[in-house]
């Protein structure tokens, strides 16, 4: 590091300015990294999913430790800098990365401990699904997460988190036992329904808020490893008659079944025939993870003669990364979406109708199930939202070199059309920078004004907020 004062962007809104010294006190004091531009590691660390995210960091710390991340927030405090926490890095608000501020990238923080016996996996901050996906299914265990493999486990679990397993066992975040967390005062502090229960409550689903969690714990549950998933689909000339049987489908389908309906431009995947690449196509996306797979899924069978048809048995891993490819790192983009409490035709039929405005490329439209084991109250945390049956909307994506416009026009239309059939709530792990607080507080409905009680009483002063910000009370 040269000797200069780097000027850092300041919580209140101004600059802090930092000399080189204390700097490197700082970097010395930690057991991972302090990075600034150029060094090595520089750009993977400031780097998110979604490329319209304009904003860099002044300095990024690479903790190590939950010490070094106690380390770190006491530092962000004591200079008042404007702090942010990186995990996955694919919250498309772009929600890592505090402009010109202080980024602590958790990526160091990889390790997943599974007890078999127990049945609990202890998670690193810094893990993505696939790392908690393949560390228990070498146990033929599972835990509830999402379905693209490097999605960061933190911000998905912190902000509730959905996925094949959804419908058995819940939110991600009804699946914590416990957490470890560094509090903005810099205490390492356990959370659990015991332990700091306000706390324990509060990050389930209010997301990066209250802390930084250094460890998850997560209950595992007997999965796969084998299970019936895949993709099959039509023509979109045959929506309507699709989209009711895959209404017929869900409204039938055991826990074990999770599905989701999709209506896009048809990839350039090797499954798809040559001569449908590009061409509008309605998908069913399946994950049937217990018995009698093909007698439950036999209504998409009867609709005859798809496509294409990759449903069958695969490891669960494989399902859960077999989307992958269709997300890929570096796009830009733009998502719209509700909480439904049902479908209808009414509903299908709107849907169908904006998801054809949305086709691009890249672009698609998704209903996909949730209903189940999420719509039970148990010991509820934060992420509420139990009236969900399903989430849809719109996921506009383009490469950084096209201009975007028209797709953003088209989601927007879209999901104002979809509004009138929603909860009410939305999942803010899907809002974007533009969205404003009205719609985070919509996301937590009646739990908010209890949010911002339990952000009052750690984070007073805001030091975490560089993400779908909940107010402490002044
Ligand atoms: C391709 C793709 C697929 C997705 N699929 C799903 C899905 O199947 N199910 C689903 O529920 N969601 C899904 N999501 C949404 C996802 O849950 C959010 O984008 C989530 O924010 C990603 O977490 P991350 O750690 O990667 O995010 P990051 O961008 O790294 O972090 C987002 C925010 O989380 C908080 N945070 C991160 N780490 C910590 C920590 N250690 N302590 C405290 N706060 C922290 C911070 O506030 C941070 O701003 C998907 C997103 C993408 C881009």
Redesign the pocket.
Known sequence: MNARTFEVAGLDGGRVGLTSDRLERFGSMLEGSLLTAGDDGWDEAVG???AMVAKTPALVARPASARDVAAAVRFAADHGLLL?????????A???IAEDGLTLD?SLMREVAVDPVARLARVG?GCLLGDVDRATQAHGLASVL???SD??????T??????YLTRRFGW?ADNLEEVE?VTADGKILTADREENADLFWAIRGG???F????RFTFRLHEVGPLVTGGLTAWSADRADEVLATYMELTASAPRTLTAAAMIRLAPPAPFVPQEWHFKPVVGILVCHCGPNAEADLEPLRDLGEPLFDVIGEQPYSAQQSMLDHL?PKGMH?YWKSEFLPGLSGAYLDTFRDAAEGVLSPLSFSIVFHLGGALNEERDGGAVGNRDAEFISGFTGTWRPSEDGGGIVAKVREGWERIRPFSTGGN?V??QLAEDDSARTADAYGDGYERLRRVKSEYDPENL?T??RNIRPFR
Request: charged share 5%; net charge neutral.
């Open positions: 998110v999913w979604n942010s926490v990186k995990g996955g890095g694919h919250n498309i772009g929600t890592a958790m901050a999402g379905f693209v999605t960061g486990v933190a911000g998905l912190l902000g509730g988190g959905f996925g991600a967390i997301g990066g808020n802390g930084v969690v250094t997300e983009q999942y792990n899907f975490f560089v993400n």
